[in-house]
Every structure is written in structure tokens, then in C-alpha cells.
């Protein structure tokens, strides 16, 4: 496992205070695990190049083969798995983890492009509908196999089956303790429970 040393401490030359030199190398003693911060520190830190590499990988399939970014595909995605096609913009704005105004920018380009139609919703006048029209269901269609192979290229062809079963199990794990810390508020951070 990659991970993160703590080396001697080094003076800032700029304000003099004592700042971390931080230093790459490969962990493999166990003991280092038993301390508390690098137990939690160490795993986190192994799956930040995934976290960081793998949306630009995906946004570069998907615009290559659609002109558009992965966050506009993952709104056709959850449009099409909504009931009738459609969601109100809040809840579509959670479901991607992104802003309300992101989220309406993103729409916008969509409605360009004829994949989803917005109207306003009949028992909140200030709320809105995004609906998948069936452009757009076509278009998600085609595009999906080129998406589904780079998901798979990227994640997890690298993966043995076990590994597989792991990850699921992480995640889940993971998803169900976001869950419980919070929910995801309006701008897409996560909010203490009520």
C-alpha cells in the first residue's frame, strides 16, 4: 500500500512556524496501523487517486463520444431511473451531489441539446420538474455500452472478483454511515441529521 510519512519537522520560510514534511513512500509495516491517525489516515489517502482520477477518465470518454461531461450524464442517468422520468430539481440536485445552480446550468445545456425538458411543479410554484424526453432516452441509450466500458476499464478490470465483493462491501458500509451521519442538504454537503 502507498501511504503517507510523517518526517521531521521543517521550518516555514515564509512566517517561521513549524509546518509537516510529508514524504511518499510504500507502508507495509503493520505496526503503523495500530497508530490511531495513520489508521485512518493511510487507507483514506490509498483510495484518493481513484477518487481523483477517475471522474476525468469517465468526462473524457463521455466527451469524446457525446460532448458532455460525466455530471450530465449521471442527470440523464437518474432521470431515467426515476419514476415517469422525472425529478423535482432538489432532488435531482441530491441525487448527483451538486448544487442547485450547477445543477440548473447543467439542465440548461440539456434542454439545449433536446434530452430533458423543465416545467414547474404544480403544488410548488417556486420548484421545478426536470423531465428525460425521449431524446434523451435515446441518446442515454446509445451512449450507455461506451460508458459502461469505461466504468469497467478504469475500476474495475483492475479488480479480482474478490476484490469485487470487497469493494461492494466498503461501500456499502461507507454509504450506510453517511447516511446515518447526515443527508445531503441543498448545495450537495452533507448536513448534521435532524
Same mark, same amino acid.
Given at each position: 500500500?502507498? %501511504? ?7 521550518? &516555514? ?130 451512449? +450507455?455500452? %461506451? ?20 469493494? &461492494? ?7 450506510? +454511515?453517511?447516511?446515518?451521519? %447526515? ?12
Amino acid at each position: 500500500m502507498v %501511504g503517507l510519512a510523517v518526517g521531521p519537522q521543517r521550518t &516555514d520560510a515564509v512566517d517561521h512556524t513549524p509546518a509537516l514534511q510529508i514524504e511518499e513512500r510504500k507502508v507495509s509495516d503493520a505496526h503503523l496501523l495500530e497508530q490511531p491517525v495513520l489508521a485512518v489516515d493511510l487507507p483514506f489517502r490509498a483510495i484518493e487517486p481513484g477518487h481523483k482520477h477517475t471522474p476525468p477518465a469517465l468526462d473524457r470518454q463521455l466527451q469524446a463520444d457525446a460532448g458532455i461531461p460525466h455530471a450530465y450524464y449521471m442527470i440523464l442517468a437518474m432521470l431515467s431511473e426515476a419514476p415517469d422520468g422525472e425529478l423535482r430539481m432538489r432532488e435531482l440536485a441530491q441525487q448527483t451531489s451538486t448544487s442547485l445552480s450547477r445543477l440548473s446550468h447543467a439542465v440548461a445545456r440539456l434542454e439545449s441539446l433536446g434530452w430533458v425538458a423543465r416545467r414547474t411543479c404544480p403544488t410548488d410554484r417556486r420548484g421545478q420538474i426536470a423531465r428525460l424526453t425521449e431524446a434523451g432516452t435515446a441518446r442515454l441509450v446509445e451512449l +450507455a455500452p %461506451g460508458h459502461v466500458d469505461a466504468v469497467r476499464r478504469v475500476v474495475f478490470d483492475a479488480l479480482t472478483p474478490e476484490q469485487l465483493l470487497q469493494l &461492494d462491501a466498503i461501500t456499502t458500509a461507507i454509504g450506510a +454511515a453517511l447516511t446515518e451521519a %447526515g443527508r445531503p442538504c441543498q448545495d450537495g454537503v452533507m448536513a448534521a441529521p435532524t
